[in-house]
C-alpha cells in the first residue's frame, strides 16, 4: 500500500503535483487574484506556502494545463494564452549588506537580459526592472507576469 506523502518544506508546484503528495487545491485563489485587482501584497507567515502559491501562479500564467488535472481552475482557465513569467526570489540566502543586496538585484536583472537576448539600456534597477518588462512585452507578444 503506498501511502500520500506530505509536502514539507516543497516549493515546487510541478514537483508535487507530478509525484504522490498531498495537495490542498488552492487554484481558486489563483483564478481570483487574476480577475479582480492589480497590485497584491501576500503577507503570510513563513512556511505557510507563499512560495509554492507564488510557483502555482508561474504555472497557470505559463499555460502548464497539464498540471491542473482535476484542480478547480482545470476549466476555468485559458490555457490558450501563456505569459512570460519573471521570478524574482531573495530566498536563496542571507543578504547581510545593502551593497549585496543591490548586486543581487543587478544579478537577477542580467539574467532575464540574457534569456531573453535583450540589452537594457536604464541604470537604475528600478528603471532595469520596468525596461525589462516593457522589452520582453513588446519581444514576446504577450504580457510579462
Not at 504522490?20 to 506556502?49: C, H, I, M, N
Not at 537604475?124 to 520596468?130: A, E, M
Amino acid at each position: 500500500m503506498t501511502m500520500t506523502k506530505l509536502p514539507i518544506g516543497i516549493q515546487s508546484f510541478k514537483e508535487i503535483r507530478g509525484d504522490s503528495w498531498y495537495y490542498v487545491d488552492k487554484t481558486a485563489f489563483v483564478e481570483r487574484l487574476a480577475s479582480s485587482g492589480k497590485y497584491f501584497f501576500l503577507s503570510r507567515p513563513r512556511r505557510f506556502g507563499k512560495s509554492l502559491f507564488l510557483d502555482t501562479l508561474r504555472q497557470a500564467f505559463g499555460g502548464r494545463e497539464e498540471l491542473f488535472k482535476g484542480l478547480y481552475i482545470e476549466n476555468r482557465w485559458d490555457w490558450s494564452r501563456r505569459y512570460s513569467v519573471i521570478v524574482i526570489s531573495f530566498g536563496s540566502g542571507v543578504v547581510r549588506t545593502l551593497e549585496e543586496l543591490r548586486l543581487s538585484e543587478k544579478e537577477v536583472i542580467r539574467r532575464y537580459e540574457e534569456r531573453f537576448a535583450l540589452t537594457l539600456k536604464a541604470e537604475t534597477i528600478k528603471d532595469r526592472f520596468f525596461e525589462l518588462i516593457e522589452r520582453a512585452r513588446y519581444k514576446f507578444g504577450a504580457q510579462v507576469v
